[in-house]
Every structure is written in C-alpha cells, then in structure tokens.
Nanobody, 124 residues
Framework: QVQLVESGGGLVEAGGSLRLSCASS????????VGWFRQAPGKEREFVAA????????SYGDSVKGRVVISRDNAKNRVFLQMNSLQFEDTAVYYC?????????????????WGQGTQVTVSA
C-alpha cells in the first residue's frame, strides 16, 4: 500500500502561481511513475501531468501544457507540480497518483494509488 499526501493548494489570483507537492509514505514510490489529475465540480477527473520514475520523461495535458512543470525528488519521496499563469478554469481539486508502472502514464486506469486531493481555487 502506498499512501500519498498532497499539499500546496490554496486561493490565488488569476495569473498567479502555485507549487503543489505530493509526498509518499514508502521509499518504493521512487520506482513508480507519478501523475497529477484534477477534478472540477460536475466534471470528470482530468489528466494534468505525469513523470516517469527517473524524472527523465514527462507528459502534460493539453489544457495546461506550457504553464505547468512536473518534477520529482526521489531522495525525499516527493513529486512537485509547478503551476504558472493560473486561470479561473484551473480551479479544481488536484490529485496525486502513483502508477502501476514506472512510466509517465496519462490515463486514470494506469494508476493504482491516489491521494485525497488538494483544492486549488483561482479567482478571476
């Protein structure tokens, strides 16, 4: 079992930045691909970004490409999501997830463990 805890969410003005963090309870987190997804009220959970186990490969959703950067620090069992130029449409609960493989997976079914989420609210 891998427990994931997200932090760093909050309220920010449009155009601002936030850095989300995902912490794992297990060292083997470093062997997994890790992704970020988000879910706005009334909408399906959407892929945001993913990174492979080494941090050498990353993928981004079309709606955030060019505005977010995913990174990881395996020594600290943490994955980060730097979000810039935030827009009102970025308002959602953001979830961290550990993949079943070591790859930067982009679909929900490829993820096995999920955190509880952190709220990001962007004021227009």
């Amino acid at each position: 079992q891998v427990q994931l805890v997200e932090s760093g969410g909050g309220l920010v003005e449009a155009g601002g930045s936030l850095r989300l963090s995902c912490a794992s309870s297990r060292r083997t987190f470093s062997n997994n691909g890790v992704g970020w997804f988000r879910q706005a009220p009334g909408k399906e959970r959407e892929f945001v970004a993913a990174i492979n186990w080494r941090g050498s490969t990353s993928s981004y959703g079309d709606s955030v490409k060019g505005r977010v950067v995913i990174s990881r620090d395996n020594a600290k069992n943490r994955v980060f999501l730097q979000m810039n130029s935030l827009q009102f449409e970025d308002t959602a609960v953001y979830y961290c997830a550990a993949a079943r493989s070591s790859l930067a997976a982009t679909t929900r079914d490829q993820y096995q463990y999920w955190g509880q989420g952190t709220q990001v609210t962007v004021s227009a």
